[in-house]
Nanobody
């Protein structure tokens, strides 16, 4: 089993930055991958970014390219999401997830999920 705990959410103004973190504990493997998804009010959960376990390959949703950066701290089993130039439409609960295989953008391929952290961006 793997446990994921997110942190770093909060309330900010448009244009501000936030850095989310997610710590994984339990049995993990270098064949796993990690990702961030988000679910805005009244919306379905959507893919934000994913990364291979060693951090060599990264993938982003088109809507966040150039503003968000996903990174790994392998020594601490942690994944980060640096979010810059935040917009009100980025308001959502952000979830960390682990795929026991390669990174994808498909929610149903992720096996472990955190509880989420709220990000609220005001205009």
């Amino acid at each position: 089993q793997v446990r994921l705990v997110e942190s770093g959410g909060g309330m900010v103004q448009a244009g501000d930055s936030l850095r989310l973190s997610c710590v994984a504990s339990g049995r993990t493997s270098s064949s796993y991958s990690m990702a961030w998804f988000r679910q805005g009010p009244g919306k379905e959960r959507e893919f934000v970014a994913s990364i291979t376990w060693r951090g060599l390959n990264k993938y982003y949703a088109d809507s966040v390219k150039g503003r968000f950066t996903i990174s790994r701290d392998s020594g601490k089993n942690t994944v980060h999401l640096q979010m810059n130039s935040l917009k009100p439409e980025n308001t959502a609960v952000y979830y960390c997830a682990i795929n026991t295989g390669p990174p994808t953008s498909r929610e149903n391929e992720y096996d472990y999920w955190g509880q989420g952290t709220q990000v609220t961006v005001s205009s």
